[in-house]
């Protein structure tokens, strides 16, 4: 069955450096998404993306982040001067198409920032 | 706007007892409305979906859920409990029609007792 794969699966990086982390996602799906949790919190959105451009984003998503899908299989979350308040697991999703359609999640990235 | 309380953080069962995690729900329009499982160091699993057919809806493992537009909830039901089903669980609700944003509740911990 195809799944959502992400890399790398624990990122550990000191303040201020800035961060790629990776998602393959199901190779027919054409929408992208990016969520993070926060531990002991709830699973937030942060983007969504279609036809390389940015659907929807939320008020999370500031000028220190950007998502890329710089190939036909990848699809990227930077952060670029990572804080500590940055410290979450990362899941990447994908979705055939929006709104009612289900979203495949990967098996996230947890984001420690010392 | 959209917004998912799950009514207990934690939930307790025995083996073979029935499981029951509570949703409720608040949109200004018609919501998809999902259950997604997360196991100990794994990504979101999707349990099953509702999107306007059949009230009641079938899942996997043989968990269903009741979409109640009256009552604003859509709690998760299981008639047996089994030891794999220990896991946290998550009510999601669906954004604006254009975004493809996912809206998750905190998240209920089910632990099952042998």
């Known amino acids: 069955e195809p799944e959502v794969t992400q890399t790398p699966s624990h990122q550990v990086t000191q303040m201020g450096q800035e961060v790629i982390l990776r998602c393959v996602p199901i190779s027919n799906h054409l929408y992208f998404y990016w969520y993070r949790q926060i531990l002991g919190q709830k699973v937030e959105f942060l983007v969504s993306?279609?036809?390389?451009?940015?659907?929807?984003k939320s008020e999370i998503f500031d000028d220190q982040f950007s998502v890329e899908r710089p190939d036909g299989s990848n699809f990227t979350l930077k952060i670029r001067s990572t804080k500590l308040e940055d410290s979450a697991m990362y899941f990447c999703a994908s979705s055939e198409a929006l709104y009612t359609d289900t979203q495949y999640f990967g098996p996230g990235t947890r984001l420690t920032v010392l | 706007a959209q917004s998912v309380t799950q009514l207990d953080s934690h939930v307790s069962v025995s083996e073979g007892t029935p499981v029951l995690l509570r949703c409720n729900y608040s949109s200004s329009y018609s919501p998809s409305l999902f259950w997604y499982v997360q196991h100990p160091n794994k990504g979101l699993q999707l349990l099953l979906k509702?999107?306007?057919?059949?009230?009641l809806v079938k899942g996997i493992n043989g968990f269903e859920a009741e979409f109640k537009k009256s009552e604003t909830s859509f709690h998760l039901t299981k008639p047996s409990a089994h030891m794999s089903d220990a896991a946290e669980y998550f009510c999601?609700?669906?954004?604006?029609?254009?975004?493809?944003?996912?809206?998750f509740g905190q998240g209920t911990t089910l632990q099952v007792k042998p």
């Open positions: 999601v609700v669906s954004g604006p029609s254009n975004t493809g944003k996912l809206i």
């Open positions: 993306f279609y036809n390389n451009e940015i659907s929807e």
């Open positions: 509702y999107t306007s057919a059949a009230t």
